[in-house]
């Protein structure tokens, strides 16, 4: 659809609205609705759109308006001032936590126009650094501590690997993740090599979550990504995968236990739509406690 800006008509990206709607809790086929019955009418300008989205809430689905009308405003208001953050998801977990799912996921929901991912990071570091020098580097998370090992000596030989390759990955996320906020784009972050509590201070729109499967599901999980995912960097090998699992879940058991003391939030995955839903949650409540403290210091 096209809307006027000015004296010019310009395609307009109706896919924004229904990331919107999707972040105040609605499905695919309600937000389908939603928008269907919206644009059936005419709209001259984007204002003129929202006034048919909320005429439509307020008949269907009246719980909605409110959100709505909040996630709204926190886009006008952010686009007037630079003291009101864009959102930046940060989605953390160990190895087949399901944590790039979900961040696939939120880009849609956010309309999040950055997207960091740690091995994207570490695939091109692969490229500029040398593997004789950092070959804690080119292997997996689980696998590091055969190379190096950091961090408190208490720890388990496979966390301090992790800690390892983490140490070399991690300035590198920093950079990115403050660009980003310098920029004020809308971003999702994803990654192993995020330890909880490291990004969460660089920008009170910054929201970390750790995806926590139980143990079951993320064992069938670890096994579906060479099942399912076809990939060829997990073994097909029954046992040695069950070792690799075993060692990729003490990264998990780490995480978590890093999360609660940094006071990130935790969240079992029992179903990509459950945890999608908790997380709006968390990114409204967010977003809402941006918004009134905004108005409240320039009223």
Known sequence: MKLRLGNNLIPYPIFTIKGRLRLCGLSDSDV??????AVISDANTEEDLLNRIRDVLN???PSILRKF???TKYEKFRGDSSKLPAIVVVIEGASASGKSLIALELMHDLIATRFISTDSIRQVLRGILKEDEYPELFCHTYQAHTFRQSGPQGLKPIVRGFLAQCEIIKPHIVTMTKRVITEGAIAVVEGV?????????????????LVDPDY???KAMFASKHEIGKLQSV???????????????LIQEYLRSEARKEGVAIIPLTSYEDIRLKISEIIMARVTRLLESYEEGVS
Request: net charge negative.
């Open 32 to 37: 389908s609705e939603v928008v269907n019955d």
């Open 59 to 61: 008949l269907k689905q």
């Open 69 to 71: 009308e909040i996630l």
């Open 193 to 209: 090599h995020i330890q909880p509590g490291t990004i969460q201070n660089f920008s009170s729109g910054i929201i970390e979550i």
């Open 216 to 218: 079951e599901t993320h």
């Open 235 to 249: 073994s097909d090998d029954i046992i040695v995968r069950d070792k690799e699992f075993e060692a990729t879940r």
